[in-house]
């Protein structure tokens, strides 16, 4: 019997866990009580990993498509091909032709990260989609045109705040979404129990929202406004205090500026909530000593997401709790992102680039993934004939998929690599086969950066590779020497990821890969610190409160409010939800995730469920101007009146490479989502605040 310990990387948790087995025989999966971040807290989703690794419907060769349906073939035939169909469409159509779509799954793997930016620079394409763009692009826009680095993120210190302040985030479920927090039950426990408090404000009593001192429903979409509005309050009420930053921020006159006509009696008139509250809220942050509001999914995912993002950190910044204990605050990596790709300095772009066909803005040199049908679909240099997909399912992530699937009929050839048969890899004329969770090393270089205390931690892999399978980077890897024409070094993760560190922070201290290896449980580097000044990436080394794109879009939110949108028949407003046993698209073969009562429900307010004559358990039909759906209705008092609630992630369908659980009961809210639908000042896609209509289903 031996024990292994590792981090979990299915989500951005990062929680350690302990796995004793036999051989390939796991005994029990649990959590990690001496890792320093997750200290001992595990959620259901690391019990499944074993799932993963074991399942029969896991892909173990590489598939071509042919007449007969797939065949297995061999690895060198599926390079050869690959490649060739390439370089046969860009000499063809040019570079562009062939796109490219990364799912989140690549975040949380150390080898893909360090392997797929060489593979797309020999693409040589600019045609890039991700998961980036459909939920978190308004947080890179936000510090890339502020601190001047998309990648200079804060995360809240949950650990030493006295007030935090929740806006569209479920950290409860989520483990925290920007924010690497493992054990938050325990740690919003001991925000209460020091005399701190926490409010949450979202449409949806949430389970963090059942934790939490106080909830305040507000309608969907008029986040912005209530934000304004607290930044009207606390320049009204004479509470700004910019603290050690006072000599590094400019824009304020600006803010007090345009935040002047924003009171709080509009924003109750907008978003529902008293403007009694709304000051009462505001001043009560104010006097906190240590005080954080933090924002992300049902803000950053909606039409106004940018702003939203934007106000955020103004808010947090003249609170006085940016980049100091307690409030917002930056990470100091052992692998810094930033280090690697400095901007301060360095020539900037004189315009933002914009797509081909709908001319949305590209940050992070990514088109928006909400267009990625009409690039297909339209006719033109640059259209895309051909999509490279890695560890990605965009016919169910991304908005209008059923439109998304028809447009994959065009293209001349995809190529995916997955560890399953899923909505899109079926599209495919080869998949290569990928290895999952517990076949890799890990690193976790992305999310590392995002963790709310510094620590360091390496994890080798469990198992050896199970089947014919290779790693994504392996894939990636010799597919970038084949399109350069060379030959593959056979260079290794663990190879970039010791250079790295000896080039960070910690080198001084001697943190190597080989010291991470002699700690199982990771490193502990210490809490969160004020480091910003040395970080930012601004060229006159300032926060930048405005900057052109904002102002211009508070011109959108405007011409907004004083329109009377005519929505027909959709009269009810649909926004996600995060379930616990399951993430994003790909976790539903696993048998420990998938079992239990159905989950895959639209929420409904008991005043528009007796309106409509429907109860709990019945079906009921929604409509969007892209999709309808079938669900399961799920009367609750947990959502407000008017507002609808479905999961996010679902739809896969039963077939034989895919055993789900309630197959027939699973259906994606992404053929409701609007692909016109976006944030037009980050290109994000607009998931939160669809408009649909709802009837009950006939007997």
């Known amino acids: ?29 649990k959590g990690d009580p001496k890792d320093p971040l997750s200290r001992g807290h595990i959620c259901p989703k690391a019990v499944a990993l074993q799932d993963f690794y074991f399942d029969e419907d896991r892909l173990r060769s590489p598939l071509k498509k042919t007449a007969n349906g797939f065949e297995e073939i061999s690895w060198e035939e599926a390079f050869d091909f690959t490649v060739n169909k390439i370089q046969e469409i860009q000499n063809k159509h040019g570079d562009n032709a062939v796109a490219t779509f990364l799912g989140n799954p690549n975040a949380h793997n150390m080898g893909n990260l360090l392997f797929v930016r060489p593979f797309i620079k020999a693409l040589r394409t600019k045609s890039r ?3 980036s763009t459909v939920d978190q692009m308004p947080h890179h826009v936000a510090s890339l045109h502020m601190l001047g680095h998309s990648i200079l993120n804060p995360v809240p210190d949950l650990d030493r705040t006295n007030y935090l302040l929740i806006m569209g985030g479920n950290p409860l479920v989520s483990n ?18 020091r005399g701190g408090k926490i409010v949450v404000i979202d449409p949806r009593r949430t389970e963090t929202a059942r934790k939490a001192d106080e909830h305040l429903f507000i309608k969907p979409e008029t986040d912005v406004v209530l934000l304004l509005a607290m930044i009207h309050t606390i320049i009204k009420e004479d509470k700004i205090r910019l603290n050690h930053l006072a000599d590094n921020v400019t824009g304020l006159e600006e803010i007090k500026t345009l935040a002047e006509k924003y009171t709080p009696e509009l924003a109750e008139k907008i978003t529902g909530i008293k403007a009694e509250k709304i000051k009462s809220l505001t001043l009560e942050m104010a006097a906190a000593d240590k005080a954080v509001l933090y924002s992300r999914m049902g803000l950053s995912t909606q039409t106004f997401g940018g702003l939203c993002i934007w106000l955020t950190n103004v808010f947090n910044i003249l609170n006085g709790n ?14 810094d992102p930033i280090s690697f790709s400095p901007k301060k300095g ?8 914009l797509s081909r066909v709908r001319k949305l803005p590209k940050y992070l040199g990514e088109t928006p993934s909400a267009s990625l049908a009409e690039e ?22 991304v908005p209008n998929g059923r439109r998304l699937e028809k447009a994959f009929e065009k293209l001349d050839f995809i190529v995916c690599s997955d560890i399953y048969l899923t909505e899109t890899s079926k599209h495919a004329d080869i998949i290569f086969p990928a290895t999952s969770g517990l076949e890799i090393s890990q690193y976790d270089i992305t999310f590392l950066n995002l963790a709310i205390r510094n620590i360091a931690k390496y994890s080798p892999a469990l198992f050896p590779k199970k089947g014919n399978v290779k790693h994504d980077w392996e894939i990636l890897a010799e597919l970038t020497a084949r399109l350069k024409g060379e030959k593959n070094q056979g260079h290794s993760p663990e190879m970039f ?12 201290d001697g943190l190597t890969l080989e010291k991470l290896k002699e700690h199982p449980h990771g490193i502990d580097l210490g809490p969160l610190t004020s480091c910003l000044k040395e970080r930012l990436q601004t060229d006159d080394d300032t926060v930048r409160l405005i900057h052109p794109v904002f102002l211009e879009d508070l011109k959108r939110l405007d011409e907004s409010l004083n329109t009377t949108a005519s929505e027909n028949d959709f009269s009810y407003q649909m926004i996600g939800r995060r379930v616990l046993r399951q993430h994003n698209t790909w976790t539903h073969n696993a048998h420990r995730l998938s079992k239990g009562r159905n989950e895959c429900t639209v929420l409904i307010n008991p005043t528009d ?10 079906y009921i039909l929604l409509k969007s101007r892209v999709g309808q759906i079938k669900v399961e209705a799920e009367v609750t008092d947990e959502i407000m009146e008017g507002v609808l609630s479905l999961p996010q992630g679902f739809g896969a369908s039963k077939k034989s490479k895919m055993k789900i659980a309630a197959a027939q009961n699973s259906v994606s809210i992404n053929d409701l989502t609007d692909d016109l639908r976006v944030d037009s000042l980050t290109g994000n896609a607009a998931l939160n605040g669809v408009y649909v209509s709802v009837s009950k289903m006939a007997d």
């Open 176 to 193: 925290g979404s920007m924010m690497s927090a493992p054990d938050i039950p325990k740690r919003f426990r001991a925000i209460q129990e």
């Open 376 to 397: 297909i679909e339209t006719e033109g240099e640059g259209q895309i004939k051909a999509l490279v997909c890695v560890a990605g399912n965009p016919v169910l992530s």
């Open 497 to 508: 990821l010791n250079m790295a560190l000896q080039m960070g922070k910690y080198a001084k």
């Open 346 to 353: 360095k020539p900037k772009y004189k315009s933002i680039p």
């Open 1 to 29: 019997m031996q024990t292994h310990y590792r981090t979990c990387n299915i989500c951005e948790a990062l929680c350690g866990i302990e796995i004793t087995h036999e051989g390939e025989n796991i005994l029990s999966i």
């Open 322 to 335: 940016y980049d100091r204990e307690g409030g917002m605050m930056f990470p100091s990596p052992a692998i």
């Open 609 to 618: 469920a007796d309106r409509l004559g429907v109860t709990s358990g019945e």
């Open 129 to 131: 989609f991700s998961a």
